[in-house]
Every structure is written in C-alpha cells, then in structure tokens.
C-alpha cells in the first residue's frame, strides 16, 4: 500500500495579546474536539473574512505556487457555492457576484464572464483547496468522525501561544467547498492547524 502524506498548515487568529512579556503554558489542555469546536464555532460566526492564501504544490513536475488575497461574504443566498468572494493575485482578479463569475487577467487585458458557473469549474476555484472556507464546512465533519484519530501539542510561535492540532484523512481529502472528496489511490492526507490560544 503507498502511502502518501500531504502536509496542510492554516493558522487561525482569533485573538492577539501583544503585551505578554514570556508565554507560560497552560496547566489543562483542552481536547482537540474541543478547540476544533471552538474553532468551528468562531468561523461560522463570521459574516464575511479577508486574509492571504498561499497554496505551495506540484503537479507532476511542475512546481505552483498560489498566492493571493482573499475576500469571502458569507450572506450569499446563491445555490452554487452559498458565498461571494474576491480574490486578487499578482495577474488575476476573480468575483463571484452569487450568479457569475467574473476574471481579470491583468496581464493578458482580458476580461471573462462566466453567467453559469458550477462549483468544480469556478474562476478561482484553486484558492479555495485547503483554504478557511473549506475548513469552516468540513470542521463540523471532522470533529464529528471519531474514526479520525486528532492530536493535539501546545507550542508558542513568537512568544504567542498556539495549539497544534493535526489530522489524517485516508483515500479522501477536503473538497474546496466543503465536505470531502474521495481519492482512488491508497493515500493518508495529514492536516495540521495552528491555532491561537
């Protein structure tokens, strides 16, 4: 059976104190479902989120590197994604207005309007893999599924404390919409979220 493992970092802030001097450990750590439920509650509380994506990947032996900045709106009624959202990277531009699509490529001066997008064939669709909108869908999966073995370390990245928290997922990875999507090779897939105390 080949195994493969896919490293998958995301960091979470929900909240900064700048003014701790050494960060001190806490005494109990909660479990990983409970920081995960947390996690998940906070990210359906938002009405809409702006942050930088990076997506770091090869396919076959071409190396893409991602990035962009992202603006998602949850309050979209639409029936496709059930989101609007902008995304700027260095040579596109790409919205969803709930019905279409649109696509700037600065480079080629083109503009693409799509007026019947479905989800697995969405302009910027490649910014979603991995990103907080898929994992504010799939957490609640997640933490559900006690046959997903869940670990959890403490640790502090500049004086700042974080709790690591990874997972695997066996012949499945996280589809860019949410849920799962099923993948036919003997793969494990581990995920790891850092996320703030």
Known sequence: MQRFFWIFSLVVFFSFDYARKEYKFPKEIPSPDEILKETAEKLNNCNSINYRHQRDYFTGDQHILLDGYSFIDFNSIDTIVRLKYQIKSEEEEFFFNGTETFTINR???????????????????????????????????????????????????????????????????????????????????????????
Not at 144 to 171: C, H, P, Q, R
């Open 107 to 197: 480079k080629e001066k083109t503009l693409k309007i799509n007026d019947k997008p479905i989800p697995y064939n969405i302009e910027g669709g490649s910014f979603f893999y991995n990103s907080i909108v898929s994992l504010r869908r799939t957490l609640p999966l997640i933490i559900e599924d006690k046959s997903i073995d869940k670990k959890l370390k403490d640790t502090a990245v500049n004086n700042n404390g974080y709790y690591l928290i990874s997972f695997s997922l066996y012949k499945k990875t996280l589809n860019p919409f949410g849920g799962y999507s099923p993948v036919t090779q003997n793969r494990t897939f581990t995920f790891q979220l850092l996320i703030d105390q």
